[in-house]
């Protein structure tokens, strides 16, 4: 009897630890909102002109390459 009720007291503590202890679902969404923003703060969209050069014509055209230029390291990441 005595290990069966020692049994529930450690189920019922360790429910109420992880409802105490656990971070709400809301509380993780909105650090990781913070964090993508501070992503996007060290980085600044980088706009490139594409030119296909071709043997019988030549085309220019703005593409919207998917790089970023880093502020603080100044590379680009791809």
């Not at 656990?22 to 509380?27: D, G, I, L, T």
């Not at 996007?40 to 050069?53: G, I, Q």
Request: charged share 15%; hydrophobic share 50%.
């Amino acid at each position: 009897m005595d290990t069966v009720i020692a049994l529930v007291g450690a189920m019922l503590f360790t429910l109420l630890a992880t409802l105490v202890l656990a971070p709400s679902e809301e509380v993780a969404q909105h650090h990781a909102h913070q964090l993508l923003q501070q992503a996007r703060a060290n980085v600044a969209p980088l706009n490139v002109r594409h030119a296909s050069l071709a043997t019988r014509h030549t085309q220019v055209s703005d593409v919207d390459v998917q790089a970023w230029q880093d502020k603080r390291n100044e590379r680009f990441v791809f």
